[in-house]
T-cell receptor, first 112, second 115 residues
Framework: GNSVTQMEGPVTLSEEAFLTINCTYT??????LFWYVQYPGEGLQLLLK?????DKGSNKGFEATYRKETTSFHLEKGSVQVSDSAVYFC???????????FGQGTELSVKP | EADIYQTPRYLVIGTGKKITLECSQT?????MYWYQQDPGMELHLIHY???????EKGDLSSESTVSRIRTEHFPLTLESARPSHTSQYLC??????????????FGEGSRLTVL
């Protein structure tokens, strides 16, 4: 079945450091891929998405490229800020069921 | 800004009590979902709905039940709460026509503690 695997956290970085959170997926067909972010005490919100191979999603300085050949959708940011501290979820859309399948989440903590 | 609301945000109750978690959205979305989020952060889909009078069980078995009598309202009920039900419950919605694009709008969550 379809699944998403993320790198384990927590990830702790200093401000202005480079961020990569790895995400790989297993899916039949051509799913859309997403990154959601959950700030402390809040629900999830969409950070970025890509709907087909080689698409790059970007938002708030974050980027991720849909790589079909490596079945990956790694999240990157060139210079993180303390305000980026949150839990990040990679997800794919299950077209057959119209549902999102989430990875296990990666907690990011950015220190000043 | 997403217009999806959950109440209560926090609830502490004793074992055996009946509870209802409310979820309402003002976006006219057909699809609604309930996720259970465990302390390890992982999200588990427990219920979803494609529209009025439609409800389906999710991937994780749950003793809770849901109803969808109105498009905007998707309450979740536990008839007899137990400590194992302690968790955060997240409600979400999406437009049916664009469901394949996968953008879900989430409420802020209801954190339930059963003593």
């Amino acid at each position: 079945g379809n699944s998403v695997t993320q790198m384990e956290g927590p990830v702790t970085l200093s401000e202005e450091a480079f961020l990569t959170i790895n995400c790989t997926y297993t899916a039949t067909g051509y799913p859309s891929l997403f990154w959601y972010v959950q700030y402390p005490g809040e629900g999830l919100q969409l950070l970025l998405k890509a709907t087909k191979a080689d698409d790059k999603g970007s938002n708030k300085g974050f980027e991720a490229t849909y790589r079909k050949e490596t079945t990956s959708f790694h999240l990157e940011k060139g210079s993180v800020q303390v305000s980026d501290s949150a839990v990040y979820f990679c997800a794919l859309s299950d077209w057959s069921g119209g549902k999102l399948i989430f990875g296990q989440g990666t907690e990011l903590s950015v220190k000043p | 800004e997403a217009d999806i609301y959950q109440t209560p945000r926090y609830l502490v109750i004793g074992t055996g009590k009946k509870i209802t978690l409310e979820c309402s959205q003002t976006m006219g979305h057909d699809k609604m979902y309930w996720y259970q989020q465990d302390p390890g952060m992982e999200l588990h889909l427990i219920h979803y709905s494609y529209g009025v009078n439609s409800t389906e069980k999710g991937d994780l078995s749950s003793e809770s039940t849901v109803s969808r009598i109105r498009t905007e309202h998707f309450p979740l009920t536990l008839e007899s709460a137990r400590p194992s039900h302690t968790s955060q419950y997240l409600c979400a919605s999406s437009e049916y026509g664009t469901a394949n694009t996968g953008e879900l709008f989430f409420g802020e969550g209801s954190r339930l503690t059963v003593l």
